[in-house]
């Protein structure tokens, strides 16, 4: 029997596009877990792109902005903000409910060149590149206080060995570079979630890093509320143990974990495993890039599998994971097409080029339900 509309949603089901039936959705799934969400880009939030917004609506409760909100293009040049772009992304979310994520306020990528320098080219001071730090994020989450719930203050600082990283954020201004991030993010929207950002910290050295940056900043009195583990994954890594491991490391230090950038890549390893570090690039060719025509169904099965292990490990760490974000929407939509091979094609989300649901969907949905059957759902809120 066919379900009507009307009925379905009274159910809190939906269908997704191009099937009669009606689906449950991923945010119902993991309700009892985490917020789910993804990152989106300008077509999809202001909805040009309408059938990636009815997969957003329709699956998601938690969305992060993939580029709008960065230094390059939310501030391109001295006294040049754009905030139209930020504004219509922060306005999807209210409409529909989500918990909206700022990202990212100070990172070494994505920020122009004239951020370092004065009128002249000359190096910033400290003190010049501190008070410019503290207009941008004044202005920047000034201006969406009390909507954008959460903060991606400072992204990647750390090298892959935990040593800090040697940006010019960190040459010019010096360590503390992160606390004053943070206490400016603090000082324009007192109520934001903060959150450190960086990706594989998986890997024993950089998270022994992470933890002992995270600790000073604690010590330093900061709110820092949670840490975010970027995961852009591959088939073999992180193992469950690394991942499971990291989300406990953080957690006993009191912080929230998230997962802020996932996808799981199954094309040829053109980067370190857990890299996602976006100035690199490699040449491609066509042993890089080997499944113009389709995923062979073996590997199809492959990567739900792994999505499906990678889900039963959150869930079994759900107590300490708030929030499980996925970098992009739809196959056609995600970075790795173009990182850190131009014009590859790439597999590593739920939904495919059609926007319908992969066998990782199913096997993602299967591991909520039988996460269901092994804890009975919680009443208290996370
Ligand atoms: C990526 C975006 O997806 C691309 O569109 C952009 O060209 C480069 O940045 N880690 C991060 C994200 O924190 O901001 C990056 O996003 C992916 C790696």
């Not at 596009?17 to 989106?40: D, R, S, V």
């Not at 890594?237 to 929230?256: M, N, R, Y």
Request: hydrophobic share 40%.
């Amino acid at each position: 029997m066919k379900i009507k509309l009307p009925v379905m949603a009274a159910l809190g089901l939906a269908s997704i596009g191009h099937c009669a039936e009606p689906q449950p959705t991923l945010k119902e799934a993991f309700q009892n877990y985490f917020l789910i969400g993804a990152a989106l880009n300008a077509n999809q939030f202001s909805e040009r792109d309408s059938r990636g917004a009815a997969i957003v609506k329709a699956q998601f409760n938690t969305i992060t902005p993939e580029n709008v909100l960065k230094w390059e293009a939310v501030h391109s040049e001295p006294d040049k903000y754009d905030f139209e772009p930020g504004d219509q992304y922060v306005k999807f979310g209210e409409k529909n409910g989500m918990f909206v994520i700022g990202h990212t306020l100070v990172w070494h990528n994505q920020t122009p060149r004239w951020v370092f320098r004065d009128g002249e080219g000359k190096q910033l001071t400290r003190e010049a590149l501190l008070k410019r730090m503290q207009d941008h994020i004044q202005k920047v989450v000034g201006r969406y206080k009390g909507r954008i719930k959460g903060w991606d203050v400072v992204n990647e600082a750390l090298n892959e060995d935990g040593t800090m990283r040697r940006s010019l954020w960190l040459t010019i201004i010096g360590d503390d570079y992160l606390q004053k991030a943070f206490e400016f993010a603090q000082e324009a929207d007192p109520a934001a979630e903060l959150y450190y950002n960086d990706f594989a910290l998986e890997n024993a050295p950089k998270r022994k890093g992470a933890i002992e940056l995270v600790k000073k900043l604690m010590a330093a009195g900061v709110h820092l509320k949670g840490v975010g583990l970027q995961n852009h994954d591959r088939m073999d890594w992180p193992t469950s143990q690394q991942l499971g491991d990291t989300i406990e490391a953080f957690a006993k230090l009191g912080l929230q974990v998230m997962i802020t950038e996932l996808d799981v890549d199954v094309l040829p390893r053109a980067a370190r495993p857990g890299s996602a570090d976006v100035s690199l690039k490699v040449a491609g060719s066509t042993s890089m890039n080997p499944y113009t025509n389709g995923l062979p169904d073996s590997v199809q099965q492959a990567l739900a599998k792994r999505y499906g292990e990678l889900f039963s490990v959150l869930i079994a760490h759900h107590a300490n994971v708030k929030r499980v974000t996925f970098w992009g929407v739809t196959d056609a939509d995600s970075w790795l097409n173009s990182w850190p091979v131009r014009g590859r094609t790439s597999y590593p989300l739920l939904f495919d080029r059609e926007g319908k649901p992969k066998p990782a969907f199913d096997a993602v949905m299967k591991a909520a339900t039988a996460g269901d059957s092994k804890a009975p759902a919680r009443t208290e809120t996370q």
